[in-house]
């Protein structure tokens, strides 16, 4: 097992003070880039929210799903990318890893998660 960042080069913030969290952060001379549109700093969707819990759930790691690969279609038994198959586009049977292809913050992301196929039929 090996620990490894879901996004690489992103914080995530969680506040109810939105603009006072950007004022703050404006202050910060090595801050680069904020998601956004212009000066103004955009949420993440609910969507993305409910995405981002789905494969952490009440952690802030991603666990290893378990699965089986049947008629060359992957099915997930368990852990968080249960029912998240059709997203799936790649997977390392011997390096137990799947990459999964999601649009997330306003573009398309590919996001390498742990996956064990434990059988194939």
Known sequence: ???????????????????????????????????????????????????????TGDSDTVKMSEGIIEHDKVKVLCGPLVGLESTICKIDRHKRKAWINTEIFGRQQLIEVGLEVIKKI
């Open 1 to 55: 097992m090996r620990e490894k960042r879901l996004f690489p080069g992103y914080l995530f913030l969680v506040t109810e003070q939105l603009e006072l969290l950007q004022k703050e952060l404006e202050k910060i001379e090595s801050v680069t880039k904020l998601l956004g549109v212009g000066k103004d700093i955009v949420p993440l969707s609910e969507e993305e929210v409910c995405f981002i819990r789905q494969l």
